[in-house]
């Protein structure tokens, strides 16, 4: 048998499949894995290129197997799936993982370290408790809209309908209902001190973590952005330019080309939709902000809003922030505004 330069692992809960190819690309190895046999087979292997696909536990087997001396490369899925042969099952996903790895314009994602997903999880459990909270508060407006108790939506007109519910005599609304109304309160109070303690972990995280507070010097860029961004791009080195990073983000418009003939749609939403969402709301910001302000950017922003609609120009407004935090991430540097003209 040939040595073996190059594995795809096919990723499971419990049995993973191994292909193994050498340097030719002619498979050597196929062989079934229970999770426990996972780092004892390439203890024995040796030192060679693995691929996995970036999916779920992928960056922590890709940490154990680096320990082992091999190189670990992850793939996007949706670059492995045209190397698929016709019927899909384990076997084939790890040779087309194997086939995928060996591309010469194949693009990997950046292995997470411990201590980087650690935030992250605090970003996926933050965002999981604000939607709870929505949730509580809509249901609540809806109860008491019921009984002819209505405010303004948001957070600050809750606190204002609790007020009233706390008010209102048996009449107008019964102790049965308000009964009810008042245990979602109790738990809409825990889920807001449990988001509270959540943001303050991650402000200490931003406060020692200096790719984060360089981020956050640019508009539109608060901790919560900052931080998810400094945790979640590891090596901006691996995107060529701006527009490739934002690109990975999905803040470009989707191209339907042919016959030298341009033709782009709407934004492509591809890659991480929580990043895109924490630019496109920074960006809103920065729009609103514009009317009123005397910077670069914001006569830009002026000078879109007379061609286009709004919505258009925030979005292309995070597009040129993502290309703004490729280029702190880059060089290393703090964000300098440009000076108006």
Not at 118 to 146: D, F, K, P, W, Y
Not at 155 to 184: C, F, N, T
Not at 292 to 298: S, Y
């Amino acid at each position: 048998m040939s040595e073996i330069t190059t594995v795809g692992l096919d990723l499971a809960k419990n049995v993973f499949q191994v292909h193994g190819a050498d340097a030719s690309g002619r498979a050597e190895l196929r062989k079934k894995l229970r999770r426990d046999q996972v780092l004892a087979f390439f203890s024995q292997l040796q030192p060679c290129i693995v691929a996995m696909e970036a999916c779920g536990g992928a960056h922590f087997w890709g940490r154990e197997i680096v320990k082992l001396g091999h190189e670990v490369r992850l793939i996007p899925p949706a670059y492995v799936k045209p190397f698929v042969k016709r019927q899909k099952n384990d076997a084939a996903d790890a040779e087309a993982i194997c086939e995928a790895v060996r591309r010469p314009s194949m693009r990997f994602v950046a292995a997470k370290s411990a201590e980087r997903q650690a935030v992250l999880v605090l970003h996926r459990s933050r965002e999981l408790l604000v939607r709870q909270r929505t949730m509580l508060i809509n249901a609540i407006r809806g109860h008491c809209a019921e009984f002819g108790l209505v405010t303004a939506q948001g957070v600050r007109g809750s606190r204002d309908l609790i007020e009233r519910i706390g008010q209102a005599d048996s009449i107008a609304l019964p102790d049965m209902a308000k009964a009810a109304m008042m245990l979602l309160f109790e738990q809409l109070q825990a889920l807001v001190r449990q988001i509270q303690t959540l943001e303050q972990r991650l402000l200490a995280w931003h406060r020692q973590e200096q790719a984060s507070q360089r981020l956050a010097t640019i508009p539109g860029v608060g901790v919560i952005t900052a931080t998810a961004l400094a945790a979640s791009v590891t090596d901006p080195a691996a995107f060529r330019s701006g527009r490739e990073f934002s690109a990975s983000l999905g803040l470009v418009p989707r191209q339907n080309s042919s016959g030298g003939k341009d033709k782009l749609g709407r934004i492509s939403k591809m890659g991480d939709r929580y990043l895109r969402k924490l630019l496109v709301v920074g960006a809103t910001s920065v729009v609103r902000r514009a009317r009123n302000a005397d910077t670069a950017a914001a006569n830009w922003v002026r000078s879109l809003l007379d061609r286009k609609p709004a919505r258009l120009v925030t979005v292309a407004m995070a597009n040129k922030t993502a290309r703004i935090v490729w280029a702190v991430l880059t060089r290393g540097e703090t964000y300098r505004s440009p000076a108006a003209v």
